[in-house]
């Protein structure tokens, strides 16, 4: 893989000193959406995330899209159970935005994240600009469907679906493609526009550097004689083992991703990739991060990194999750003695010139889309998937 050279951006020199702190990350970013921009976008980035309430209010909205989206979880009698199940979870997840500050920053990060992507790539690709980000959520606002209108009104040229999930599941990015390929089943797709995906990127380079970068940061906050001790804890958003059987990729991209940071940091301390989040009676793939922490502390392990693995904003399983339940309520609960953890990769220079090279790179190649996304598991049995992958290998053409 070519990495674009973008000396400004990689100097680590400048991001030193800007360690963000457990209780300072639902940080509030100035956002300027481009909007404004009257100049006709030639290539539009659409970035494809689960999005997250930005009000208490809007809780219940999330919970029932979630709640009712097969192609992220299948329940029985599934239009009568979600909205139940969601209905009567609104308040206890209503408290864990209200504790982290009313909603999720999750909006405010992409929209970060896309404008200095886009003006990177104005200045790397001028043959490709002006670049435009569109920002496309599943469960919230900006909801794809409205995003997708914008797209079309705007008279975008070439459109590039960018999962801004690094690793693919089928029940996160899978379930993003699957709500485009909803959209446009019955309707006409606009004219002459090009499309191409980027469905993974677990593995790149500049990503990996970042979330090293982001270790190296929470190592220095411990003592000269406990830091070779530290144990780094990478954490992922677990799955129901009967996704996993299935054959989706996620856990193998996961593991990829860990095994090329812990390379990037010359295995200088002990780690394992745990897993969180777990919902329902089902089992889910473990060890759970919870569980691993009390698991090591028994075994006379003091001092951990929690590593968000699998998000590249900060949201609700960060800042709640690991930062309250974890870092302060279990650790004080179990005797850990020093937790930090390490900050999602956000507006860091070097994601930012990872996403631009992703980009790039996927711009001058000849591939719109990648063979793996046009297979499905091994035992899919969600008609969606074979229906959309199918559309998408006929609308991505080089
Ligand atoms: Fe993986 Fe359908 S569940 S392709």
Same mark, same amino acid.
């Given at each position: 893989m070519n990495i674009i050279n973008l000396p400004s951006f990689l100097q680590l020199g400048q991001h030193? &000193?800007?360690? !963000? #702190?457990l209780s300072t990350r639902a940080i509030s970013v100035k956002v300027q959406t481009d =909007?404004? *921009?009257?100049v006709k976008p030639k290539t539009g980035i659409l970035m494809l995330n689960m999005g997250g309430p930005t @009000?208490? !209010?809007q809780v219940h909205g999330y919970l029932l899209r979630i709640m009712t989206d097969r192609d992220m979880i299948q329940l029985p009698v599934q239009s009568q159970l979600g909205p139940w199940i969601a209905k009567r979870r609104t308040p206890e997840v209503q408290k864990k935005y209200a504790e982290i500050g &009313? &909603? =999720? /920053?999750i909006l405010e990060w992409t929209n970060k994240q896309g404008e200095l992507l886009s003006k990177q790539l104005d200045k790397v690709s001028p043959e490709t600009a002006p670049h435009k980000y569109y920002v496309a959520f599943r469960y919230a606002d900006p909801l794809t469907e409205d995003t997708l209108n914008e797209i079309e009104e705007d008279g975008v040229e070439r459109t590039v679906i960018f999962s801004q999930y690094p690793q693919y599941s089928c029940a996160t990015s899978g379930s993003s493609f699957n709500a485009i390929y909803k959209y446009y089943k019955d309707r006409e797709l606009p004219k002459d526009m090009k499309w191409s995906i980027?469905? #993974?990127? =677990? *593995?790149h380079p500049l990503y990996v550097k970042t979330i090293a970068e982001r270790i190296k940061d929470e190592l220095a906050h411990f003592p000269n004689d406990k830091r070779d001790d530290v144990i780094i804890l990478f954490s992922a958003h677990s799955l129901p083992l009967k996704a996993v059987n299935r054959g989706d990729s996620y856990p193998s991209e996961v593991g990829a991703t860990v095994q090329l940071v812990m390379q990037e940091l010359n295995y200088c301390n002990p780690y394992s990739l745990v897993w969180q989040s777990k919902v329902g009676p089902l089992p889910w793939l473990a060890p759970f991060t919870d569980d691993a922490l009390k698991g090591y502390v028994k075994q006379g392990k003091k001092n951990f990194i929690l590593v /968000?693995?699998?998000?590249v904003n900060e949201h609700i399983e960060t800042l709640?999750?690991?930062?309250?339940?974890? +870092?302060q309520e279990l650790a004080e609960e179990i005797g850990v003695e020093k937790i930090r953890r390490a900050a999602a990769p956000n507006d860091h220079p070097l994601f930012i010139d990872a996403l631009t090279d992703i980009v790039v790179n996927h711009l001058r =190649? @000849?591939? /719109?889309? %990648?063979p793996k996304f046009l297979t499905r598991c091994p035992? +899919?049995? %969600?008609k969606n998937c074979g229906q959309s992958k199918s559309w998408f290998a006929q609308i991505c053409k080089s």
């Open positions: 030193a &000193g800007k360690i !963000l #702190r =909007s404004s *921009t009257k @009000n208490v !209010l &009313g &909603g =999720s /920053p980027i469905d #993974r990127w =677990s *593995t /968000p693995v699998a998000f709640h999750e690991m930062d309250i339940e974890y +870092c =190649s @000849n591939q /719109p889309i %990648n035992h +899919c049995a %969600n």
